[in-house]
């Protein structure tokens, strides 16, 4: 009883710390969520938001395998609903014997459930959603001082979001633009076969900046390649516009990585005997609407580079021509894989400010790579894989821009 005890002390002087630390309500529901996940280790959890007139529950940040950003569940529906239609924790250990099959999807969370537990977002008359933790990791049921934890920390993060006055975004609705489903990596080496990647659900959707975050080796380049058209998956469904790629002829993936997409990655690759402008040139000759090469230089800051080869060009400088050399196709999405790891702070907040200006002018979805999980804060969605699933997908209501981030 007194390890329980401390657990739940324990947790809660986190969460205090985190209230003391920032203003950002957001950053306290997050941070909740990922002690109740550390701390009763269970696979998945949800931290569920009520629109304003408390008709439907949107998913603001979770936890776990499968990727909910685009639902949403009729508030009184289900486990999650219950909780906040009542205002109380809703608890079912067992939960496919509880009125679905073993293996099932169980209510609006996608995600397959043995036991669930719902923790109630609740101050005084009004509840703001719920806490929705689903299955821990050995298979056993949510005991008694789980409960009370989970509770306490609901009932400190309702108290946030009432202290700091703040009316929580739902998220916006936005078209999928691509979607993964179920993928798998598979290589064949001298040790056997290696899973990169075991099983992928993730969409991504229109003019949104996407930072994919994980330890290396973890499969995040690896799913950046497969979406690029650079790399084949062994299993699964990959969707672009809705049309099936899991499997495309060489026509159609070349006319996909030219017309739909532009590439940023840590070296730059630009031909050095050919100046800025016209480096660009030779990209913008192979699509049939390319941007005006002068217009994708002014938008990075480098029309008065035009005529500079890259030798004449710093690191950072360099690395803006090679995001114009993206942005003049036009693409529907702009893939960068780790482009600020080999510059200094001043020339990477540079870099990530020329990225910024296509991400909030709503030119290009942008899905960058990175082990820099400072850069998330400017993203509209981190995403965390680890050993090759997704491990969180974090929404965030407010990216901050490149000149604010430091490290």
């Not at 230089?297 to 090679?322: C, T, W």
């Not at 790891?341 to 709503?362: F, N």
């Amino acid at each position: 009883m007194a390890k329980q005890n401390r657990a739940i002390l324990h947790a809660t002087m986190e969460i205090m710390e985190q209230l003391l630390e920032t203003d950002d309500v957001y950053e306290v529901l997050a941070r909740a969520l990922d002690i109740i996940v550390s701390h009763v280790k269970c696979e998945a959890a949800v931290v569920w938001i009520a629109d304003g007139k408390q008709e439907r529950l949107y998913p603001l940040f979770h936890r776990g395998p499968s990727d909910i950003t685009g639902v949403s569940v009729r508030n009184g529906s289900g486990s999650e609903g219950k909780c906040v239609t009542e205002g109380v924790t809703v608890l079912l250990n067992q939960a496919d014997q509880a009125g679905s099959a073993e293996g099932s999807v169980y209510d609006g969370s996608g995600f397959r459930t043995r036991s669930v537990m719902c923790l109630p977002l609740k101050v005084l008359n009004r509840t703001y959603g719920c806490f929705q933790i689903i299955n821990k990791i050995d298979g056993s049921d949510f005991e008694e001082q789980e409960r009370v934890l989970c509770e306490r920390l609901a009932a400190i993060a309702a108290l946030a979001i009432d202290d700091m006055g703040v009316e929580l975004e739902i998220p916006e609705k936005k078209n999928v633009l691509i979607s993964l489903k179920g993928v798998t990596k598979e290589f064949a080496s001298d040790a056997g076969v290696v899973h990169v990647l075991n099983g992928i659900d993730l969409d991504i959707y229109e003019n949104e900046f996407v930072v994919v975050l994980g330890e290396s080796g973890c499969g995040k380049s690896t799913m950046l390649n497969i979406i690029g058209g650079m790399d084949q998956l062994t299993g699964g469904t990959l969707l672009i516009e809705g049309n099936d790629y899991s499997a495309p002829s060489e026509k159609d993936l070349t006319d996909y990585r030219r017309l739909k997409l532009g590439f940023i990655f840590q070296s730059y690759n630009l031909m050095p005997n050919l100046t800025a402008r016209e480096n660009l040139q030779f990209i913008a000759e192979l699509v049939p609407s390319p941007l005006p090469v002068d217009t994708a230089l002014e938008k990075v800051g480098m029309l008065h580079r035009a005529d500079n080869y890259p030798a004449q060009l710093s690191g950072g400088q360099q690395q803006r021509i090679a995001i114009a050399r993206a942005l003049v196709k036009q693409p529907k999405v702009i893939l960068a894989d780790e482009p600020t790891a080999a510059l200094d702070l001043e020339t990477s907040l540079e870099v990530l400010g020329a990225i910024e200006s296509i991400v909030r002018s709503k030119t290009a979805t942008v899905i960058m790579v990175t082990h820099n999980p400072e850069i998330g804060k400017m993203a509209d969605r981190i995403i965390r894989i680890r050993t090759g699933k997704v491990a969180s997908i974090k929404t965030n209501p407010n990216p901050v821009h490149a000149s604010e981030l430091s490290w």
